[in-house]
Nanobody, 114 residues
Framework: QVQLVESGGGLVQPGGSLRLSCAAS????????MMWYRQAAGKEREWVAV????????NYADSVKGRFTISRDNAKNTVYLQMNSLKPEDTAVYFC???????WGQGTQVTVSS
């Protein structure tokens, strides 16, 4: 069955950077589109970024465009989210997602605060 384990979150000052990782198992990762979502406290979960199976196409929510970069390593069954120029409004729990699955991992907390 699908399993996704997110890691790399933490506390960072505004303007700082973090790199999130998501280790995938239980499906053919190299054939799957992958996405990142986030959910801030008291708010609905929102889509952040998408990457095609071969990495040739990526897209981002307007709120993170130009600051975040999604990438993947199919040999390691891992998808990444490089987050630069972080803002307090980026504070949320971040999740990776296989679009055709209902499974959600535990997420990783990102807190941007001085």
């Amino acid at each position: 069955q699908v399993q996704l384990v997110e890691s790399g979150g933490g506390l960072v000052q505004p303007g700082g950077s973090l790199r999130l990782s998501c280790a995938a198992s239980g499906f053919t990762f190299s054939s799957s589109v992958m996405m990142w979502y986030r959910q801030a406290a008291g708010k609905e979960r929102e889509w952040v970024a998408v990457i095609y199976s071969d990495g040739t196409y990526t897209n981002y929510a307007d709120s993170v465009k130009g600051r975040f970069t999604i990438s993947r390593d199919n040999a390691k069954n891992t998808v990444y989210l490089q987050m630069n120029s972080l803002k307090p409004e980026d504070t949320a729990v971040y999740f990776c997602k296989k679009p055709t699955s209902d499974y959600w991992g535990q997420g990783t907390q990102v807190t941007v605060s001085s």
